[in-house]
DNA sequence: TAAAAATAATTGTTATACGAACTAAAAGCA
DNA sequence: TGCTTTTAGTTCGTATAACAATTATTTTTA
């Protein structure tokens, strides 16, 4: 039985390597962001900044259409809207052709809350991926996007 | 501004991509293994079933060591020992020589348990890197864990 | 046009994640 | 030995995540 990265946890088999290094640098990611906020006193989670990321770049989108940016379900994002709402980064306005759906604002104090984490953010994504190449990242991506492919629900 | 991905969702700018398909496929990967478990009907989750597996390997493992060998934190482990417990799958034996510590011990039920969903996982691990080489998935461990190393915590 | 089906959002439950505070026990040290 | 610090585990509060069920509204269709 051949163990491998014994120096850094756990002892694995080879053959569930992958999945498990996959799945333990993107915790660690996730952490390493969130970290970063809280740290920095911005008061926001990095999924709430997912969610203002998006809304900057398109604003006034549904929650559905939040939903399907962000990759998550939609009462995750009923719950991260309340939130923003909450905090007074985002309204919700009701869409005057369908009154099943809102319309997801940003305010001008949200705008304000981007401007001071965009650099936060920047400045933590640079120190990331110090020291990787940009062939070395768009192969990442090559492959990350083939295995997300490869896993990609089945239709119907 | 040049836009990449349009095809797969939100419109996302260059530069925030490489963290963005991180987390989107680890978050997929996850999903797939859950539905997995959940559509086989096994009765436990994926993060159970890491656990089991690591007990599998290493019987008799304190719940520090098993939050050490998943990454995960201490509350995790107590709440996922928890339901492992009343599942009947492991068994909390106090330590004789330190009487804080449990050794935490797969129960016959969780040998069975192992046995039964071990070849549901290979299944859906083969499935999962189809279509992958092996030097393709060596070269996503590197620049994986060198992103690991990069985000590691400071020391102090 | 009325009934049925689909859509948008919410609410509820369970599980995971993380920090903080807490208890109990062990180890280190004056 | 007695006091302090450290360690192992639990509990609590909040946030994210998935799934199911529900409500309100719109669209389909018979």
Same mark, same amino acid.
């Given at each position: 039985m051949p163990k491998v990265e014994e120096s850094r946890g756990a002892s694995v088999e080879r053959k569930d390597m992958p999945g498990f290094? %996959?799945?333990?640098? @993107?915790?660690?990611?996730k952490q390493f962001f969130q970290q970063t906020l809280a740290a920095a006193g911005t008061g926001i989670t990095i999924?709430?900044?997912v969610v203002l990321q998006v809304l900057n770049q398109q604003n006034g989108l549904s929650? %559905?259409?939040? @939903?399907r940016a962000t990759y998550k379900d939609a009462p995750t994002i009923t719950r991260i809207i309340d939130l923003l709402c909450k905090k007074g980064f985002t309204e919700r306005v009701t869409d005057a052709?369908?009154?099943?759906?809102?319309?997801?604002? %940003?305010t001008a104090g949200g705008r304000q809350k981007i401007d001071e984490v965009l650099p936060i953010i920047q400045? @933590?994504?640079?120190? @990331?991926?110090?020291g990787l190449g940009n062939q070395q990242i768009d192969q990442l991506?090559?492959? %990350?996007?083939q295995l997300f492919d490869n896993l990609a629900p089945e239709e119907g």
């Open positions: 290094t %996959l799945e333990r640098t @993107a915790k660690r990611m999924d709430q900044w929650q %559905l259409e939040i @939903a052709n369908d009154r099943r759906k809102f319309r997801i604002e %940003l400045h @933590a994504r640079r120190k @990331a991926w110090d991506m090559d492959t %990350l996007n």
